[in-house]
């Protein structure tokens, strides 16, 4: 079927992967390193934008130096990767992935995750069978969605050409990036609550906004008739 379905472009963090609770004690902890006061959840998801650098201009009022942001960026990574290991798949994922497959549906993921990280904790959850194909990010961590989703789906044309409906993609995310990503490529996109986002911030992309992953999935679907 896949050549006829709506082919799903997956998100990582905050999205498939529930991690925002690391994100949150990761920031933190990076924040103390750098003398910042610490940030409620809820704060963040009305700051939280992308490319990070703008994130932490909201909460300084002015865009970090590079020697400030290379000690910032260091000090989250290596707090993040400690505590994300206590975090697990966001509810009924690793199901709603089999479900699909097992219908011919066909799948990728997305993610600004670095690359070499992303791919051994998505085989340590078991799901890397689900996709046509798993992409981190490959070089610095301070740019948007946009030109790593075109890169994304250049790839994926070379291994799935014959199975993805380049005109039925749908981007699922959760952050306003995700649906910029998703138009800059001429895709749709669904974002969820559960992550980077206050529903008040996702609902700024003027895009479908849902509480749950399943929601996502159905939304999807749907805009495809």
Not at 13 to 40: K, R
Not at 140 to 161: F, Y
Request: charged fraction near 25%; include cysteine.
């Amino acid at each position: 079927m896949g050549k006829h379905g709506t082919h799903i472009v997956w998100d990582w963090n905050g999205t498939l992967f529930h991690d925002i609770d690391a994100v949150i004690e990761a920031t933190n902890a990076s924040f103390a390193e750098i003398g910042l006061p610490p940030i409620t959840l809820a704060r963040y998801r009305d700051l939280y934008c992308v490319p990070v650098p703008r994130f932490y201009e909201r909460l300084m009022g002015r865009l970090p130096t590079d020697e400030e942001w290379e000690v910032m960026d260091e000090a989250f990574h290596r707090h993040y990767w400690v505590r994300a290991e206590n975090s697990g798949l966001t509810e009924g994922a690793k199901q709603l992935l089999s479900e699909r497959q097992a219908a011919g549906l066909t799948q990728s993921l997305c993610s600004l995750a670095p690359h070499e990280q992303l791919i051994p904790i998505v085989r340590m959850h078991g799901i890397e069978q689900h996709f046509v194909r798993v992409d981190g990010r490959i070089g610095p961590s301070h740019t948007g969605k946009a030109e790593h989703m075109v890169r994304h789906l250049a790839a994926l044309d070379g291994v799935a050409r014959d199975q993805v409906a380049r005109d039925r993609l749908v981007v699922i995310g959760d952050a306003v990036d995700d649906a910029l990503a998703a138009a800059h490529v001429g895709a749709r996109a669904v974002l969820y609550t559960g992550g980077s986002h206050s529903r008040a911030s996702l609902e700024t992309a003027g895009v479908r906004v849902v509480d749950s992953l399943a929601e996502a999935v159905e939304a999807a679907e749907d805009l495809y008739g």
